[in-house]
Nanobody, 124 residues
Framework: QVQLVESGGGLVQAGGSLRLSCAAS????????MGWFRQAPGKEREFVAS????????NYGDSVQGRFTISRDNAKNTMYLQMNSLKPEDTAIYYC?????????????????WGQGIQVTISS
């Protein structure tokens, strides 16, 4: 079992920044690839970014490429998502997820454990 808890969400103006954190407990954190997804009202869950278990491989969704940065600190069992140049269309509930593979990508079925989600709201 893996427990994931997101933090760092909130309300920020367009152009601003936020950093999300995902604290993990349970299974050895460094054994799992991890990812961030988001879901806006009325829309499907969307891939945001993923990171391999040691952090050497990162993937980003097209809509966040160049603005968001995923990272992890295995010593702290924590993953991060630095979000810069935020836009109103980034408004969503953001979820962190732990994968069943060490180098995950966009596919939802690669992710076994999910956090409860955290709201990010960007005002125009």
């Amino acid at each position: 079992q893996v427990q994931l808890v997101e933090s760092g969400g909130g309300l920020v103006q367009a152009g601003g920044s936020l950093r999300l954190s995902c604290a993990a407990s349970g299974r050895t954190f460094s054994s799992a690839g991890m990812g961030w997804f988001r879901q806006a009202p009325g829309k499907e869950r969307e891939f945001v970014a993923s990171i391999s278990r040691l952090g050497s491989v990162k993937n980003y969704g097209d809509s966040v490429q160049g603005r968001f940065t995923i990272s992890r600190d295995n010593a702290k069992n924590t993953m991060y998502l630095q979000m810069n140049s935020l836009k109103p269309e980034d408004t969503a509930i953001y979820y962190c997820a732990a994968a069943t593979v060490t180098n995950p990508d966009v596919r939802l079925d690669l992710y076994q454990y999910w956090g409860q989600g955290i709201q990010v709201t960007i005002s125009s």
